[in-house]
């Protein structure tokens, strides 16, 4: 089987009601994408147990699924592996990840991207290790204002962030989908802030 007990996979966004999808390590066990299945597109669902035949039933649903409905794992989002990481570093080694378990930021680019597989672990160039397994996050950038809204329009959370008279920085969210610029506490953008503070898209 290609997916166990458990599993968190996220169904296919482009599945058609009527088509028949196919187990892929069982090609003769196949099933129909029916009406009452479509609620679940596009959304991240758990494997609650496989029948004798080797097809799926997610939480949820009694319906049958199977490997070709499905169209990977499902990661936890905005969440990426230190193998992804050593990727995305090797892409663009100006950006920052951090370690939410203990808050250690990335390694430098060139430490990782030298680094050598041992195992389940990736050794750095300064000696230091990190498992293959361990959770990264991308540490946002700022943006220019023009490029936040234009992420607003487009259906991303964004964020203005700025320090206050005592230092503290205070941070307003603008949910996605609003046509006016109001953040989730209700404060409205001021002039002052396309000139003060900054602006990020949230993952």
């Given at each position: 089987?290609?997916?166990?007990?458990?599993?968190?996979?996220?169904?296919?966004?482009d599945?058609?009601?009527?088509?028949?999808?196919?187990?892929?390590?069982q090609e003769h066990e196949h099933d129909s994408f029916i009406h009452s299945m479509v609620e679940f597109i596009g959304k991240n669902v758990v494997?609650?147990?496989?029948?004798?035949?080797?097809?799926?039933?997610?939480?949820?649903?009694?319906?049958?699924?199977?490997?070709?409905?499905?169209?990977?794992?499902?990661k936890e989002e905005g969440k990426l592996k230190t193998w992804e990481?050593?990727?995305?570093?090797?892409?663009n080694?100006?950006?920052?990840?951090?370690?939410?378990?203990?808050?250690?930021?990335?390694?430098?680019?060139?430490?990782i991207r030298?680094?050598?597989?041992?195992?389940k672990y990736l050794k750095q160039t300064d000696g230091e290790s990190v498992m293959l397994s361990?959770?990264?996050?991308?540490?946002?950038?700022?943006?220019?204002?023009?490029?936040?809204?234009?992420?607003?329009?487009?259906g991303k959370e964004i964020e203005y962030r700025f320090k206050d008279k005592q230092g503290e920085t205070i941070t307003h969210t603008f949910k996605a989908g609003r046509s006016?610029?109001?953040s989730d506490n209700g404060w409205v953008l001021d002039i002052e802030a396309l000139f003060e503070g900054e602006w990020f898209i949230k993952a």
């Open positions: 089987m290609k997916y166990k007990v458990g599993d968190k996979v996220k169904v296919r966004s599945l058609e009601v009527g088509r028949t999808y196919y187990n892929k390590t494997i609650k147990r496989i029948t004798g035949a080797g097809k799926y039933i997610i939480d949820g649903s009694g319906m049958n699924w199977t490997d070709e409905m499905f169209e990977e794992l499902a990481v050593v990727k995305a570093l090797t892409e080694p100006e950006i920052t990840f951090v370690r939410p378990s203990d808050g250690v930021r990335t390694m430098l680019g060139d430490k030298a680094g050598k597989i041992t195992g361990d959770d990264w996050e991308l540490v946002p950038q700022p943006v220019s204002f023009m490029e936040a809204v234009e992420a607003k329009y487009k006016m610029l109001v």
